[in-house]
Structure formats: structure tokens, C-alpha cells
């Protein structure tokens, strides 16, 4: 693994990649992709991961940030799906301590309200057996006024609890990115498929361009992964039939005082009967998440509409009254695409949120594609995709268990508390030592009132491959979330410290701020309200 994985490196081994005949190249950069990447390089094989934006550009970086196992997945059936969840959160848990952090659920009941405490409780025991440990309970009225002042009131028996976890997404894929390239991988970003090559009815390579450059590359490899999630359906056969049903999930963000919860809340939508989440997240509050079909262009982000501004305003309101929330309070917002293999087409189609999340695995000589399936299920996702393509190999797979992240030694970093270190062990893995470097040259300082640390930043920039801006700001860090109006205010302060790293001439900062401020705007602020 290189010492600097930066605009610079990218530039001088671009050229270098057509002399190469891969074993695996992996196209897409989400956490599918990266897992799949993270468990060949570490068996060894001669891998290549090609993402043509950024790294968790899509969907990978706007989820709602649970690594669960999904609770209503039980009422419909879909026990191996849940058990598989319960057991990979499990394990991201233990594996990844100050990135995949347990938190406590509570969904209020009230008087004539469906599930009532027994039906939760019964679907909560499933869940804990599947889990095979217990980790739910309930409390009365009285118990959970005290623990969520604001809470409605009219009608309430009390709150069943339980126990998921949530993570910081975008940093989630970086971590597993940095452990496939320790074990030899080669990861890029900026650089589109166009299409695949072939040769005898096999799939044989791709032909690339360079998002910066414009250079057209053909790569050649044994095997081709695809992992593209919403865009999966692009590069297979033409006469391939359409099965992806894209569906937009939107997000408000709320500073942490305006609607402060110690707790993730889940409760049914008044409107459709939906299940809402309302929870703590990098010290702000999230209110997600709506669940649409996505007719947009799947090239231009995904941005959140007024009816589900309205909607997510009007889950608050229902949840908790008293806080009064209002438009003016969303501090930014994010919307994903999940990429759903769909049970019909056309007007046989269902309401989106009864789609399953499992996964499907599309298949051609020389060529796997990944469909479907969830954050959480990344690892074992990719090793259905490995074996499938070791099949084509000619080598042996098995699933040996191996953990996804190396063990982070124990390093002292002086001016940090215990939850800062636990935090930036989680998100930085084996670039601790690294870090800690710069720590002790800028200090432990955070940006405003996040717990990013600005030797955060600075590290992003030497290691991390910015390409943009809004790589920064938006998926290394989440500060353009975090903060207000997408950070404007420390724009300046991120120039100061930044600019120089990123080796980027004023000309060049001014084209970046000035994207970033547009995209911001488009992507992450408040929709058009027309009247």
C-alpha cells in the first residue's frame, strides 16, 4: 500500500493499469464494491476496483445509517435475511468499536395503536433468538416520559425497546477501502466503464474513461465484478430484462438541541402506516426516512421533494408536538437510492415498501453482477459474488470468517479523551499511527461544534483520494451535513488548511468552492417550494 493515496498517485499510476491482466476488477465503489475488493485482495488475487465518481457517491453514503437487521423483514417472512443481519451487525460491532456503535430503539405504544406491546414483544423475541442474545425489554408510561421528555402523551402505555446500531456510512466504506489496499488492492475513483469488453461470448475487460483527464484506457481482466447498486442493470446485455426498482429514501437533519433524543425512536407514520425512525447521529438528530419510487435521472443525485419535506416535518409533529418543528429548523438534507430488485413491472408493482431487500446475482461468462441486498449484509454479499466468480476461475472459495478489519493496537494519542480515541480508531483503523502524526502538529481541535478533528481534514487530504471539494466535506468528512449551509462559514479556515495539501492553485479552490456551493444547494438544502 502507498504511503499517499492522493490526486497526485492517481495520476501516475493511471496510465500504468492497461499493462496488466487482472484477476478481479471491481466496478463500483459503494460498500458492495468494496467489500468484494476488501475479501479478494486479502485471498491474494490481483485486484482493481474502478468507481466513476467518488467513493460511496450513490447510495452508500445518503442510507439511513443502520446496520440492523431489520425487524419488519420478520413480518414478511424473510428469516434468513434477518438472521444474516443480526449476525453481520453483530459482527461489525465487535469488529469496528467507534464506527458500527450499538443504540437503543423505543416504538411508543398507544391506546388501540397496532402493534401493541405484545405483538412487538413476540417479533422482538424472534428477533433476539435469531440474534441469539437478548437484548429488548419495555417500559410503562411513567418509565418512558422520564426517559423521552416531549414524547406524545395522549393515549401512551409505555415503549418496547430494543437494540440496532448505527454508523457513519460513507466512513464505513473508507475503512473497508484502506484494509483491501493494505492487502494489495488497486482503488480509484473518477474513472467510468463504458462498456465491457468481449471476446468469444466471454467478458474479458473494460473499456474505461478518466472523469479528469479524458484518457480512454482498455483493461483486461479473468473476471469482472459488478457492484454498481441503482446502475447495475447499465452494462448487461442489452436484451437483459429490467428488474431494479429504484426507491428514493429521504433524510432532514436537525441540530441536536432543536429535537434532542438519547434514543433512536421507530413509529408507524400517521399517514401511510410507514415506519419512521427519529435518532442522535454525529451530535445532530435524523428524521428519515421516506420510501419512493425514483423516476429521476439516476446520473443526477437524488434530492429530497417538498412532499417528503412535508411528510418527515409531519412525523415530528405527530411524534413530538411540543418541539414545534418547522422548515427553518432542517439544518441539511440527503436522499439514496436503494437499489431494490423488484417482485413485478409495470402496473403490477406493489407499494415500494413492500419490496424485499434480498439480493440477486446476475451472471454471464466472465462477469458477476451484484443486485439488490443491504449495507449491513456487505461481507457475506461478497462472498456470494467471489465464489461465484472463483467458479469461473477455476480456484476453490470458502468462507473462512476471517475478520473484515485488522485489530487497531493500542496508541496513545496525548489531548484525547477516551470516545475521541474510540472514535477515530473505528473510523481510521490501521492510519491511526498516521493520524496521530498530524494530531500532534495541529492538535486536538475540533471543526465548530462536530467531533470532527481538523488533523481529520488534513489526513483526508494527503491519504485519501480527494478528487473534489465535496469529497471532502460531504464523504471523508460529513461536515457539509453537520454544519450550517453546508459548512460556508469555515470555508476560509478548511482553504488555510487544505489548499496546500490538496496542491490545488486559487483558480482551482474558487472552481471547487464555488461547485460545492451549487451542489450543496441542489442536493443537501431545502426543495423549491412552489405554491
Not at 88 to 100: C, S, T
Request: hydrophobic share 40%; with cysteine.
Amino acid at each position: 500500500m502507498t504511503a499517499h493515496w492522493n490526486a497526485q498517485w492517481r495520476e501516475q499510476i493511471l496510465p500504468t493499469l492497461a499493462d496488466e491482466t487482472w484477476d478481479l476488477i471491481v466496478i463500483g465503489g459503494g460498500i458492495s464494491g468494496a467489500g468484494i475488493v476488501r475479501e479478494a485482495a486479502r485471498r491474494g488475487w490481483r485486484c482493481l476496483l474502478l468507481e466513476q465518481r467518488d467513493f460511496a457517491w450513490g447510495t452508500s453514503s445518503r442510507s439511513s445509517k443502520m446496520v440492523h437487521g431489520g425487524l419488519r423483514y420478520i413480518a414478511k417472512g424473510q428469516w434468513r435475511l434477518t438472521r444474516d443481519s443480526v449476525r453481520e451487525r453483530q459482527r461489525l460491532l465487535d469488529e469496528a468499536p467507534g464506527l458500527v456503535e450499538p443504540m437503543s430503539f423505543m416504538m411508543p405504544h398507544y391506546r388501540g395503536g397496532f402493534p401493541g406491546p405484545r405483538v412487538m414483544g413476540g417479533l422482538l423475541s424472534v428477533y433476539d433468538a435469531l440474534a441469539g442474545r437478548r437484548n429488548h425489554g419495555f417500559h410503562d408510561a411513567q418509565q418512558l416520559r422520564f426517559l423521552a421528555p416531549g414524547v406524545k402523551e395522549n393515549g401512551l402505555l409505555g415503549g418496547s425497546c430494543f437494540v440496532d446500531a448505527l454508523t457513519d456510512d460513507a466512513r464505513l466504506v473508507m475503512r473497508v477501502l484502506h484494509e483491501a489496499r493494505a492487502d494489495g488492492a488497486v482503488v480509484i475513483n473518477g474513472v467510468r466503464v463504458k462498456q465491457l469488453l468481449r471476446e468469444g461470448g466471454r467478458v474479458c475487460g473494460v473499456q474505461v474513461e478518466d472523469g479528469e483527464g479524458g484518457t480512454t484506457l482498455q483493461l483486461r481482466s479473468a473476471v469482472l465484478a459488478v457492484a454498481t447498486g441503482a446502475w447495475a442493470e447499465r452494462l448487461r446485455p442489452a436484451e437483459a430484462a429490467k428488474q431494479l426498482r429504484p426507491l428514493r429514501g429521504s433524510h432532514l437533519l436537525l441540530p441536536g438541541w432543536r429535537l434532542p433524543v438519547a434514543q433512536a425512536f421507530t413509529f408507524l407514520h400517521a399517514r401511510d402506516r410507514r415506519p419512521v425512525f427519529v435518532f442522535p447521529w454525529e451530535g445532530a438528530t435524523v428524521v428519515g426516512t421516506t420510501d419512493l419510487d425514483h423516476r429521476e435521472d439516476l446520473d443526477h443525485s437524488a434530492r429530497i421533494s417538498s412532499a417528503e419535506l412535508d411528510y418527515l416535518l409531519a412525523a415530528c409533529q405527530q411524534q413530538f408536538p411540543g418541539a414545534e418543528i418547522g422548515v427553518d429548523d432542517v439544518l441539511s438534507t440527503w436522499s439514496g437510492v436503494r437499489p431494490v430488485v423488484g417482485s413485478a413491472t409495470g402496473a403490477q408493482q406493489g407499494e415500494p415498501s413492500n419490496e424485499t431487500r434480498e439480493h440477486v446475482l446476475w451472471q454471464e461468462p466472465g462477469c458477476v453482477t451484484l443486485a439488490g441486498g443491504k449495507l449491513t449484509t456487505f461481507r457475506p454479499q461478497a462472498i456470494e459474488v467471489l465464489k461465484a466468480c472463483a467458479v469461473m476461475l477455476g480456484r476453490s472459495f470458502v468462507d473462512d470468517g476471517a475478520p473484515v478489519f485488522a485489530a487497531v493496537p493500542p496508541l496513545p494519542i496525548p489531548g484525547l479523551s477516551a470516545s475521541q480515541w474510540r472514535r477515530l480508531a473505528g473510523r481510521h483503523g490501521r492510519d491511526l499511527p498516521r493520524l496521530a502524526k498530524l494530531l500532534g502538529e495541529l492538535g486536538p481541535e475540533t471543526v465548530g461544534a462536530t467531533d470532527t478533528l481538523w488533523a481529520e481534514l488534513a489526513f483526508a487530504c494527503e491519504a485519501e483520494m480527494i478528487l473534489h471539494l465535496d469529497d471532502l466535506l460531504l464523504r471523508r468528512t460529513r461536515l457539509g451535513l453537520l454544519l450550517p449551509r453546508g459548512g460556508e462559514d469555515y470555508l476560509p479556515a478548511i482553504r488555510t488548511l487544505c489548499q496546500p495539501r490538496l496542491a490545488w492553485d486559487d483558480e482551482r479552490w474558487h472552481a471547487e468552492t464555488q461547485r460545492y456551493r451549487s451542489l450543496w444547494l441542489r442536493d443537501h438544502g431545502l426543495p423549491q417550494i412552489t405554491s
